[in-house]
């Protein structure tokens, strides 16, 4: 299991994150301070950012992944589509709205990852104490990402299409 720590908006909150085991640490948006901070430890970072000119910034300062946010609000897999298109380099997490029915086309669209808030952890769930339910969200949504990336990752040529020329 990786954990992480989210909204991180400040530099001592990122050390409290480490120093209670974060691997990662994000933000619904960029902290060049919270950046610097994480390259120093060898922690990924994962800004968040919404224009093209805020994703490359951020994808700039360092950022190992740069979670788009909110992006459902702006046209969800399409945005996604649209920033893959003219920033393919750029690794994007699509955030802010991601569920069940959309993480496989956010997928699909480019997104890298899936920044996934109440719909995989229900606050129900956690006053409820209900592991298994959570459990089985987390598995629901690796799923649809396994057969969205299994849908634009082409099966490698089988040695008989190799040698035919195919």
Same mark, same amino acid.
């Given at each position: 299991?990786?954990?992480?720590?989210?909204?991180?908006?400040?530099? =001592?909150?990122?050390?409290?994150?480490? =120093?209670?085991?974060?691997?990662? @640490?994000?933000?619904?948006?960029?902290?060049? $301070?919270?950046?610097?901070? %994480?390259?120093?430890?060898? @922690?990924?970072?994962?800004?968040?950012?919404?224009?093209?000119?805020?994703?490359?910034?951020?994808?700039?300062?360092?950022? =190992?992944? /740069? $979670?788009?946010?909110?992006?459902?609000?702006?046209?969800?897999?399409?945005? @996604?589509?649209?920033?893959?298109?003219?920033?393919?380099?750029?690794?994007?997490?699509?955030?802010?709205?991601?569920?069940?029915?959309?993480?496989? =086309?956010? @997928?699909?669209?480019?997104?890298?990852?899936?920044? /996934?808030?109440?719909?995989?952890?229900?606050?129900? %769930?956690?006053?409820?104490?209900?592991?298994?339910?959570?459990?089985?969200?987390?598995?629901?949504?690796?799923?649809?990402?396994?057969?969205?990336?299994?849908?634009?990752?082409?099966?490698?040529?089988?040695?008989?299409?190799?040698?035919?020329?195919?």
């Amino acid at each position: 299991m990786v954990v992480g720590a989210g909204t991180v908006l400040s530099t =001592d909150i990122a050390r409290l994150c480490l =120093d209670s085991g974060a691997s990662f @640490i994000t933000a619904p948006s960029l902290n060049p $301070k919270i950046v610097e901070f %994480a390259a120093k430890e060898n @922690i990924a970072v994962l800004p968040g950012a919404l224009t093209p000119t805020e994703v490359v910034t951020a994808w700039e300062a360092g950022a =190992d992944f /740069v $979670k788009v946010f909110p992006c459902s609000l702006v046209g969800g897999e399409r945005y @996604i589509k649209a920033l893959k298109t003219s920033l393919p380099e750029i690794r994007l997490i699509a955030a802010g709205g991601v569920n069940q029915m959309t993480a496989e =086309d956010f @997928i699909v669209s480019g997104a890298s990852a899936l920044g /996934v808030g109440t719909e995989l952890i229900p606050n129900e %769930a956690l006053k409820r104490k209900q592991a298994k339910r959570i459990q089985e969200l987390a598995l629901r949504f690796r799923e649809f990402v396994r057969k969205a990336r299994a849908r634009i990752t082409p099966p490698p040529n089988t040695p008989a299409e190799n040698s035919s020329g195919r």
